[in-house]
């Protein structure tokens, strides 16, 4: 097995340390399987000290994953946008200057310190509010919308609702 220290914990074998602050977070909690999958295989890359400079491209990511290029694809921005990883070099294929030369995007990982500063742990900053704009109100929704003053304030802009509360009925005439 190994050496172990006084706890029978392995003092050799790399692991994954995944902190409760990680998988507590907002962030966590609203990640699909893929993408946890991904960060941890990205997080398996991490030797400790190459955070910033951890090379794992979409083709690495399907063939760990074994799932197809979309899912990798939303995986790995999904990543991103809740801020688990930073891209610090983006990946490029130059097939056609050269054939085979090509490099593979440069991840950090935010909940691991990186060129000598703490850890960032953009993922604490993620909300679940994505829309913050205020919800469209129609006369059809089930918001209380159907109110006599919400129909008179839709009467007096001229707009004719099709509510069964208003006074004048369109009727058709085929």
């Known amino acids: 097995m190994g050496r172990v220290n006084k706890k029978g914990?392995?003092?050799?074998?790399p692991f994954i340390c995944l902190h409760r602050g990680?998988?507590?977070?907002?962030?966590?909690?609203?990640?699909?399987?893929?993408?946890?999958?991904?960060?941890?295989?990205?997080w398996a890359r991490h030797n400790g000290m190459n955070n910033g400079c951890i090379g794992f491209s979409h083709r690495q990511a399907r063939t760990a994953?074994?799932?197809?290029?979309g899912k990798v694809q939303r995986a790995f921005q999904e990543l991103q946008e809740k801020g688990f990883i930073v891209v610090h070099h983006k990946g490029h294929f130059d097939w056609k200057v050269v054939a085979g030369t090509g490099r593979a995007s440069e991840w950090e990982i935010t909940g691991e310190p990186c060129d000598g500063k703490p850890p960032s742990k953009l993922y604490r900053k993620w909300s679940e509010n994505k829309n913050t704009a205020p919800a469209l109100r129609t006369a059809g929704s089930d918001n209380g919308n159907r109110s006599p003053s919400m129909i008179e304030q839709f009467k007096e802009n001229g707009s004719d609702i099709g509510n069964q509360y208003t006074t004048t009925s369109r009727k058709s005439g085929s």
């Open 9 to 13: 914990r392995s003092t050799s074998e």
């Open 65 to 69: 994953l074994r799932v197809g290029n």
């Open 22 to 42: 990680v998988t507590d977070s907002a962030a966590w909690k609203s990640l699909t399987c893929e993408a946890k999958a991904l960060l941890l295989e990205i």
